[in-house]
């Protein structure tokens, strides 16, 4: 499966962006889908992810609550809602497609090129 993601950019704190990442080339309903994080010079980290139906979600501690994940399986998109970002939240979001809900990057088959969002404070 390809994922792209898009809706990054540039924020000033306290904004909100919707990021999506649609996927093609395969059967976007059997795979759990999250988003992940990395900042320059850091690894990448765990941000959300949603079961294949959209009936269960997980978050980081970091952005629960401010954070939402959805996805829309008749549009093989997964979105990222984020509200009230922090000059920490910026980096490049990348989405990925596994077999399940996870939160460990190694449980991912498929990634898809980031988007770069930037909070300026």
């Known amino acids: 499966v390809q994922l792209q993601a898009s809706g990054g950019g540039l924020v000033q704190a306290g904004g909100s962006l919707r990021l999506s990442c649609a996927a093609s080339?395969?059967?976007?309903?059997?795979?759990?889908m999250g988003w992940f994080l990395q900042a320059l010079g850091k690894e990448r980290e765990f941000v959300a992810t949603?079961?294949?139906?959209?009936?269960?979600?997980y978050y980081a501690d970091s952005v629960k609550g401010r954070f939402t994940i959805s996805r829309d399986n008749a549009k093989n998109t997964v979105y990222l809602q984020m509200n009230s970002l922090k000059p920490e939240d910026t980096a490049v979001y990348y989405c990925?497609?596994?077999?399940?809900?996870?939160?460990?990057?190694?449980?991912?088959?498929?990634w898809g090129l980031g988007t770069q969002v930037t909070v300026s404070s």
């Open positions: 990925a497609a596994s077999g399940g809900l996870a939160s460990m990057p190694s449980r991912y088959n498929y």
């Open positions: 080339g395969g059967t976007f309903s059997s795979y759990g």
């Open positions: 949603i079961s294949m139906s959209g009936s269960s979600t």
